[in-house]
């Protein structure tokens, strides 16, 4: 149990509901699936965008057992000082997402192998979700996985369609897990693979020309 609990969380969606937009934080089973890519062995180095109160950052640690590099960027104050507090040997930075390269060259590394997201995705207008990819495929090694999850409630809504589609624009795999209906919501989570990090810049020339996608496959 992290510092900011329930009531925690719900005290920072009313006060900042563009930032958080969520009333509960994820469950384990959510935290669970959405950290499965993350190696068993080796020193990966992962980092983790919107942690909230920890229920995902707990599952990477777990998943790490002191092993590799784990760095957090919260944007919420208050949740920072929280994960800090609980989880010492990762490290956190309170920042915007967009600002991940920054945060990455601060702790010594170039790009990450794993990128996890609690981002709340659906909040975010397109161009924001365009800035974040880009930053986010930037990011990521060439063999790196970026995983991030959406409520199943949501998924046919505008900006989780268009999420889906901009992920298929920017990684040549796309792979949607089955719902987690233990979770509250219930949710999926989104693994993508192999990045594209010149699509972002290509996608205005290659509109209309039968450019090349990849498929979101759900499993």
């Known amino acids: 149990m992290t510092t900011v609990h329930r009531s925690g969380f719900l005290s920072e ?34 980092l983790e965008l919107g942690p909230g109160t920890g229920a995902f950052t707990l599952a990477i640690q777990q998943r790490l057992a002191g092993r590799g590099h784990h760095l957090a960027i ?8 929280a994960l800090a507090a609980d989880f010492p040997r990762v490290r956190v930075a309170t920042a915007d997402a967009c600002e991940l390269q920054n945060v990455l060259t601060a702790g010594g590394f170039e790009q990450a192998d794993v990128i996890v997201s609690g981002l709340p995705w659906a909040a975010f207008a397109p161009g924001r979700q365009d800035d974040l990819l880009a930053a986010i495929v930037g990011g990521l ?11 199943t409630s949501t998924r046919w809504m505008p900006p989780a369609r ?15 897990c ?7 919501p219930p ?5 993508c693979r192999r990045p594209r990090p010149h699509r972002l810049a290509d996608r205005g020339a290659t509109a209309g020309t039968g450019g090349r996608h990849a498929t979101v496959v759900t499993r």
């Open 13 to 46: 969606f009313l006060r900042a509901p563009g930032t958080v937009a969520a009333i509960t934080p994820s469950g384990p089973s959510l935290a669970d699936a959405v950290t499965i890519p993350i190696p068993r062995d080796g020193d990966p180095v992962v």
């Open 74 to 81: 919260e944007i919420n104050e208050r949740f920072a000082a």
């Open 141 to 151: 090694t060439p063999g790196g996985v970026f995983c991030t999850f959406a409520y």
């Open 162 to 176: 268009r999420l889906r589609h901009r992920l298929a624009d920017h990684f040549d795999e796309v792979l949607a």
């Open 178 to 184: 089955r719902t987690v209906w233990a979770n509250m």
């Open 187 to 191: 949710a999926f989570v989104y693994y």
